[in-house]
């Protein structure tokens, strides 16, 4: 079946030094793309979006590439925080729409 | 707005009793859904529902059954609780359920034990 994944199961990362998280999916005809942040016992949070007619979106502190060539889409944080420690979750959703796919998780920490 | 609320927190179940994990939303929002985070996971598309009446399966319904009657509420119920349930639940909503439009907004989860 169609399924996302991430290359990356643990990311350690010194604070102040940037982040990157990856991810690869498999349906080609997903349109759109989340990234969401789960901290400890906490629900995931949205962080940012990105469609498919996109290559780059940025938010604060965070941007999403999307490279639809090869099915790759990756999360950028700048000057990563203690607080970004969490796991991060891409996910996506096909041409049907609402329902979404997700990917099985990064755990970054961030050391101080 | 108290978002999307969860209830029971934590649950600790025999195998074969029932229960219902309640998830009410307040920003009337169309469509809600249940997903289920095993350890280590990401989350599985239990049900979802379009609108109030209105449920459909996920990617694994199976030992699940959810009801709508308000646009609000969207119980979970297990019937026979097995420990292949032990899980983290999490309730989700989103205003029209066209997920390039509108984000899901997710419950704090609930943490269910079988033994």
């Known amino acids: 079946g169609e399924s996302v994944g991430l290359h990356l199961p643990t990311l350690s990362v010194q604070e102040g030094d940037n982040s990157i998280i990856n991810c690869a999916y498999s349906n080609s005809a997903s349109d759109y793309f989340i990234w969401y942040k789960q901290e400890s016992g906490k629900g995931p949070q949205f962080i940012i979006d990105i469609r498919s007619n996109m290559d780059k979106r940025q938010g604060q502190r965070v941007t999403v590439l999307l490279n639809k060539t090869v099915k790759h889409l990756s999360l950028q944080i700048a000057a990563t925080q203690p607080g970004d420690s969490a796991v991060y979750f891409c996910a996506e959703s096909g041409a049907a729409g609402n329902k979404l796919t997700f990917g099985g998780g990064t755990r970054v920490l961030v050391k101080p | 707005n108290a978002g999307v609320t969860q209830t029971p927190k934590f649950r600790i179940l025999k195998i074969g009793q029932s229960m219902t994990l309640q998830c009410a939303q307040d920003?009337?929002?169309?469509?809600m859904y249940w997903y289920r985070q095993d350890p280590g996971m990401g989350l599985k598309l239990i049900y979802y529902s379009v609108g109030a009446g209105i449920t459909d399966k996920g990617e694994v319904p199976n030992g699940y059954n959810v009801s709508r009657s308000t646009t609000e509420d969207f119980p979970l119920r297990l019937e026979l609780a097995a420990p292949s349930q032990t899980s983290v639940y999490f309730c989700a909503s989103s205003h029209s359920g066209r997920a390039s439009q509108e984000t899901q907004y997710f419950g704090p989860g609930t943490r269910l034990l079988v033994l």
């Open positions: 920003m009337n929002h169309n469509y």
